[in-house]
């Protein structure tokens, strides 16, 4: 009989190391998420220019309702700095055109 309880000992130590081990892996997994999100963040806000595949990834690869919920604010954020940044090439594009019919009408007269 002591040799079924210990065997059952053993049996329980080894599911409860496999379980420490279990969550020493989703720590290191969870970093590494955590990590990627912060370059994400700071790819979409120093290169603009990004923003819409990283939309268009973000639509595509969370699928969880609660993450979606997650990253609503974000999009919003990020989806807002792609108009304010076509807004401004917009009116550089528009002001380079201005200047170039101004030089051109100086140079007529």
Do not use: C, H
Request: proline letters at 2%.
């Amino acid at each position: 009989m002591s040799d079924i309880k210990t065997l059952e000992q053993k049996k329980q130590e080894a599911l409860d190391r496999a379980n420490r081990l279990q969550k020493q892996i989703e720590k290191k997994l969870n970093g590494q998420k955590f990590v990627l999100g912060g370059m994400l963040m700071k790819i979409a806000e120093d290169e603009p220019e990004r923003i819409p595949q990283i939309l268009a990834d973000i639509d595509k690869y969370v699928t969880r309702k609660a993450d979606i919920s997650r990253l609503e604010g974000f999009k919003s954020e990020i989806g807002s700095r792609v108009a304010e940044s076509s807004n401004q090439s917009d009116t550089s594009q528009n002001r380079a055109v201005y200047d170039d019919n101004i030089q051109s009408s100086l140079l007529d007269n």
